[in-house]
């Protein structure tokens, strides 16, 4: 049997996108590096708030970014709490910060 030289089922516009290059619109974490995360959760909570919330000893016992990344990118359950409290804190501060509202200028 003799197969059709045209576009296959499977060619790019047919294939899914590998998830690597997917876009994203919906996941607020995509971009967003471990780093970037830990540093903005020890700003906005401080370490001893962070160890409170989280009870891991890379937040209680000498707290560093260095080694909360060491440790979180090895410990994917406690990635994942630090995720959430992440999203949290974003949700948090949305919640307490005064509506931006971008009206047009009113007309002279």
């Known amino acids: 049997m003799v197969m059709p030289s045209g576009p296959s089922s499977d060619d790019a516009a047919g294939a899914p ?3 690597a290059s997917a876009p994203q619109p919906g996941n607020p974490l995509h971009g967003v590096k471990l780093e970037t995360m830990i540093t903005a959760l020890a700003a ?3 370490w001893d708030g962070l160890g409170q919330r989280i ?3 890379c937040f209680t016992s000498e707290p560093s970014v260095a080694s909360s990344l060491k440790f979180l990118r090895k410990t994917p359950w406690a990635r994942d709490k630090v995720e959430s409290l992440y999203l ?3 949700r948090e501060i949305r919640r307490t910060s005064p ?5 047009p ?4």
């Open 17 to 19: 996108a590998p998830a």
């Open 44 to 46: 906005h909570y401080g």
């Open 55 to 57: 009870n891991i000893r």
């Open 88 to 90: 949290f804190m974003l």
């Open 99 to 103: 509506p931006v509202h971008n009206f």
């Open 105 to 108: 200028p009113p007309r002279a």
